[in-house]
């Protein structure tokens, strides 16, 4: 803009204001609105700002600091990414039910999977691809045993969306058996969900 310059500061945005020679507001380019500033001829600094509207944008964005999946996928763990791309990620359970297990998840926040609507089918087919190619790239090459699914609330201890891979079935123990049983009213499958996901209407 002419007349006035830009900073980026800690949260790696860009403050923009208005032309005018008193300034006691302003917008960051992410639209967030800008408490406090001051103007060193073209340098703007920020003064202040909400944490908590930046808080709910990034909210709104796809993104809970709160969720530990959301840092993983935002690699702010050490947590090893075996699979990376613009919507899903896949990494190792920290408590594997078999030799291979492994949580495929959606980079952006989404809730478990009794939040889902019918327009969340094509993310889950893709987690289901993703977990596929996880196993084969690890030489799984038997995909007839291997258990796929989702745990269903309040059975799920992380809140965000994730998809279980484990292989090879024959080789999972009782307790895991048992934690992600086929039929029972707290694992569901791929095909499942999306049996369900397909049964209800389209929202607005």
């Given amino acids: 803009m002419p007349g006035h310059g830009v900073k980026k500061w800690t949260q790696k945005r860009t403050l923009i204001v208005s032309e005018g020679s008193s300034i006691t507001s302003g917008i960051d380019c992410v639209g967030l609105p800008v408490s406090l500033f001051k103007m060193e001829g073209s340098n703007v600094t920020v003064i202040q700002t909400d944490p908590g509207i930046f808080e709910n944008k990034v909210l ?8 530990i999946f959301c ?25 594997p039910g078999a030799p291979h297990h492994y949580l495929v998840v959606p980079n952006k ?15 889950v087919k893709q987690m289901g691809e993703i977990g596929k190619e996880i196993l084969q790239k690890n030489n799984v090459t038997d995909l007839s045993d291997v258990r ?7 059975f799920c201890s992380v809140t965000h969306l994730h998809l279980h891979v ?36 389209e929202t607005s």
């Fill in 148 to 154: 796929f699914g989702f745990h269903w609330p309040p």
């Fill in 109 to 123: 926040h989404v809730g478990n999977c009794k939040t889902l609507r019918k327009e969340h089918v094509p993310l």
């Fill in 166 to 201: 484990l292989a090879p079935a024959s080789q999972m123990s009782f307790m895991s058996r048992l934690f992600y049983r086929l039929n029972s009213y707290w694992f569901i499958t791929v095909e499942q969900l999306i049996e369900l996901l397909n049964s209800k209407e």
């Fill in 71 to 95: 840092r993983i996928v935002n690699h702010e763990m050490d947590t090893e990414l075996l699979h990376c791309d613009e919507d899903i990620s896949c990494f190792r359970d920290i408590k």
């Fill in 60 to 67: 709104a964005e796809g993104y809970d600091k709160k969720c």
